[in-house]
C-alpha cells in the first residue's frame, strides 16, 4: 500500500486511510489526535488489549459493541465485574471472546481504579509522562514507523508494575500513536508534521 493516497475528495492521507471505509474518518477524526482523561484512555488500552494478534479494523468495526459490553468502559464498572461478568462476555457474539483478555482488562480496570481513586487523572498524567519529544520530519514510508520505542517500553514496564496486562511495548506504541503522544501521519498526509492541518 502506497504511503500516502489522495482522496476522491482531494485530500491526501496516509494510504491505510483508505483500506476500508470505516477508517477514513478514524484517520481524519481520531488517529493522531491528543486524547487525555482517565476514561478515555482507559478505554483505549481495553480496545489494544483486544487488538493484539488481530487487525484494527475487527475491533473499530467492535467498539460499539465493546462499549455496550463493558459499561462504556467506566472504570468503577468494569473494576467491579466478577465470574458472572467473563461468563457473559464469553457469550456475547459481538465482540472478541478471549477470556485471557476480558480478564486482563477487568484486571487493567482495576489497577486503574486504584490509580485514579488515590488522584483523578493519575492514568492521563502516567501515560503522557512517556511523550517522547514530537517529531520534526514525518516519515516518507511505513518503514520508517516502529512497533515499538524506548518510550512505549517504559511505558510498558511502568503498567505492568501495577499490575497490567497485556501492555507490551507494541501495545503500548499503537496506543501512543492514537493518543496523539506522536504523530505518525507520512509525509504529505494533511495530517503529518510540518502540514497546516497537523495534528
Not at 106 to 123: C, E, H, S, Y
Not at 148 to 156: D, G, L, V, Y
Request: charged share 20%; glycine share 8%; proline share 5%.
Amino acid at each position: 500500500m502506497d504511503a500516502i493516497i489522495t482522496g476522491v475528495d482531494g485530500v491526501t492521507r496516509c494510504g491505510w486511510a483508505h483500506s476500508a471505509p470505516e477508517m477514513l474518518p478514524y484517520h481524519d477524526d481520531e488517529w493522531g489526535r491528543q486524547l487525555h482523561g482517565d476514561r478515555a484512555l482507559f478505554e483505549k488500552l481495553c480496545l489494544e488489549t483486544f487488538q493484539s494478534g488481530l487487525s484494527w479494523i475487527t475491533i473499530l468495526r467492535k467498539r460499539e459493541a465493546f462499549r455496550a459490553a463493558f459499561a462504556s468502559f467506566d472504570i468503577d464498572r468494569v473494576a467491579a465485574f466478577d465470574d458472572g461478568d467473563v461468563e457473559r462476555l464469553l457469550t456475547d457474539a459481538r465482540i472478541v471472546r478471549n477470556r485471557a483478555k476480558i480478564t486482563a482488562s477487568i484486571a487493567n480496570a482495576r489497577a486503574t481504579k486504584f490509580l485514579v481513586d488515590a488522584q483523578p487523572g493519575a492514568l492521563d498524567a502516567l501515560l503522557w509522562g512517556f511523550a517522547p519529544p514530537r517529531r520534526t520530519v514525518a516519515p516518507e514510508s511505513y518503514a520508517q514507523v516502529p512497533s515499538s520505542t524506548p518510550f512505549s517500553a517504559a511505558a510498558s514496564a511502568a503498567l505492568k508494575k501495577l499490575g497490567y496486562r497485556f501492555v507490551g511495548p507494541t501495545t503500548m506504541y499503537a496506543l501512543m500513536q492514537y493518543a496523539g503522544l506522536v504523530n505518525d501521519h507520512a509525509a504529505g498526509c494533511h495530517l503529518a508534521v510540518g502540514e497546516p492541518g497537523a495534528l
